[in-house]
């Protein structure tokens, strides 16, 4: 059964840094394509950033690049995401999820698990 921890959430001021980690098991790691989401309140849950399962290919949505990086550490079987220049606008529930493909994907219905969502607070 694959199991998606996410940690790392938080508190954190307008222009501050928080680094999301999501901890994997279940299954091989390293084969699939892994991905960030993000849900804020009263709004439905959107893409935040991909990775291929090697990690050489990354796919972000507009609103965070240059602000936040997606990574991964196959040997460790965890995915990060990096969040730099933090806005107000990025408070919500984030969550981890994997896909059943390899390559980097925005598409919400080619991932099949989700972790259970770290809350990022960004206060202005």
């Known amino acids: 059964q694959v199991q998606l921890v996410e940690s790392g959430g938080g508190l954190v001021q307008a222009g501050g840094s928080l680094r999301l980690s999501c901890a994997a098991s279940?299954?091989?790691?390293?084969?699939?394509?892994m991905g960030w989401f993000r849900q804020a309140p009263g709004k439905e849950r959107e893409f935040v950033a991909a990775i291929s399962r090697s990690g050489g290919n990354t796919y972000y949505a507009d609103s965070v690049k240059g602000r936040f990086t997606i990574s991964r550490d196959n040997a460790k079987n965890t995915v990060y995401l990096q969040m730099n220049s933090l806005k107000p606008e990025d408070t919500g529930v984030y969550y981890c999820?994997?896909?059943?493909?390899?390559?980097?994907?925005?598409?919400?219905?080619?991932?099949?698990?989700w972790g259970q969502g770290t809350q990022v607070t960004v206060s202005s």
């Open positions: 279940g299954r091989t790691f390293s084969s699939y394509a």
């Open positions: 999820a994997e896909t059943v493909r390899a390559g980097a994907t925005p598409d919400v219905g080619e991932y099949r698990y």
